[in-house]
């Protein structure tokens, strides 16, 4: 698992969401999330519910691409924008179509002031294969 910085507690005040964009590879935030952000990038929505717990899931709707961050917060369920599928930020499912199955989830560890979240360790990339020139 690799740790991302994704926020400090003060930008994801109780009863909100942040969505981030995050490059896989340097395991940084590049920005916020984007429905279509660029290769090897991840957008990421933090929650932050009114209870004080804390989850992360995929930001993009499986039914289209739609932010899930850009949408309404009921407790832990995020309410898609596009056409209001809701989703558990717990689990990642979805509750009612159309969209339908699960969005990935990433566990949340709060230190003092900054949030984190674990991704799963990128493979490394496989080596690229030379071109093979013509024998002589
Ligand atoms: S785009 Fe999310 S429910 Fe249709």
New binding site residues.
């Given amino acids: 698992m690799t740790s991302v910085l994704v926020a400090s507690v003060a930008q994801i005040p109780p009863d909100s969401a942040l969505g981030v964009q995050i490059a896989t590879q340097s395991a940084t935030v590049i920005g916020r999330s984007r429905a279509e952000g660029p290769p090897d990038t991840l957008p990421v929505v933090v929650v932050h519910t009114a209870d004080g717990e804390w989850f992360a899931a995929g930001d993009q ?1 499986p ?2 691409p ?1 932010l899930l961050s850009g949408g309404s917060l009921y407790g832990c369920q995020l309410e ?1 924008p ?4 809701r989703f558990d930020t717990q689990s990642g499912q979805s509750l009612n179509p ?2 339908v199955g699960a969005v990935p989830t990433y566990p949340v560890t709060v230190t003092g002031e900054e949030v984190y979240i674990e991704l799963p360790t990128p493979d490394p990339e496989p080596p690229r294969k030379g071109k093979k020139g013509k024998a002589r």
């Avoid at 596009?82 to 599928?85: A, F, N, P, R």
């Fill in positions: 709707c039914h289209r739609y898609c596009g056409h209001g599928s159309p969209a």
